[in-house]
């Protein structure tokens, strides 16, 4: 079954060297409007855990024992929880939006190398591994944005539990 990509490459055959680049340039600028998403989503994870993560450990300190501690031990756990999946979700989006642009980046990239005759000028940098130079880099290089949202998910359930939920 053809992909979205595959159409993409066919319908650059026939751009010069002027356009391809413009065009490159565009997806660039779409690219890093995804990447400052997933930034701007991990920031606000950390600033949230942050102060979550303090509030937790201050009400424990308290040893203040009245319903409402009680109903903040359990409701900060979850709070934290729910702001942890939300952030993985939103990731998760920016990604799917990513990776099909840097596909069409990668393509262009071969386009571009191929109209001034020079195979590694423009290095190609998909989000797939046939349309990447080193494959690795893209596994790796998104693993913070991956699992930091999970590991403090799994931390929250596990504070969960050990309150006996």
């Known amino acids: 079954m053809p992909t979205p990509d ?3 490459s066919e319908s650059i055959d026939s751009i010069d060297l002027k356009d391809a680049l413009a065009l490159a340039a565009y997806i660039e600028q779409l690219l890093m ?10 920031s606000w994870l950390f600033t949230s855990q942050s102060f979550l993560i303090t509030a937790f450990v201050v009400l424990l300190g ?42 069409r980046r990668a393509f262009l990239s071969m386009h ?16 797939s591994k046939a349309l990447r130079e080193n494959p690795w880099t893209l596994h790796h290089g998104s693993l913070p944005h991956i699992v930091l949202p999970w590991a403090f998910a799994v931390l929250w359930l596990l504070l969960l539990m050990t309150l006996g939920l």
């Open 6 to 8: 595959d159409n993409f």
């Open 112 to 127: 571009i190398n191929n109209i001034v005759k020079s195979p590694k000028l423009v290095p190609v940098l998909g989000s």
């Open 33 to 42: 409007t995804e990447q400052q998403w997933i930034l701007n989503r991990l």
């Open 62 to 103: 308290s040893g203040n024992h009245s319903p409402s501690a009680y109903l903040l031990r359990i409701a900060l756990p979850l709070l934290g929880l729910f702001c942890c999946i939300s952030v993985a979700i939103a990731i998760r989006a920016a990604e799917r939006v990513r990776k099909p642009l840097e596909n």
